[in-house]
């Protein structure tokens, strides 16, 4: 998660609610909703935006699909904007 303002702490519940895991931007490189959403202790992990895809891929890669992605993959493309 990142972003800014604090609306991001009530839909973080919600996803924690369904089963969800919640991965937000440290506190070091954002302002507003990551730091709140792991100041209010519902962060799963807490990442810099540079690693973030990695680190994601690295926690899902021996649960699911993901596994087949290479994180060198992951990390090439975390940047790239649909177009």
């Known amino acids: 998660m990142t972003g800014m303002g604090s609306d991001g702490v009530n839909g973080t519940r919600s996803i924690q609610e369904k089963g969800g895991q919640v991965y937000v931007q440290d506190e070091e490189s954002s302002v507003g909703t990551p730091g709140q959403v792991a100041a209010a202790g519902l962060a799963d992990a807490t990442y810099p ?14 649960r699911n699909s993901l ?4 994180l060198a993959e992951a990390e090439s493309n975390q940047f790239r904007r649909s177009s």
């Open 49 to 62: 935006i540079a690693s973030m895809a990695g680190e994601i891929v690295r926690r899902v890669a021996g």
């Open 67 to 70: 596994s087949a992605v290479s």
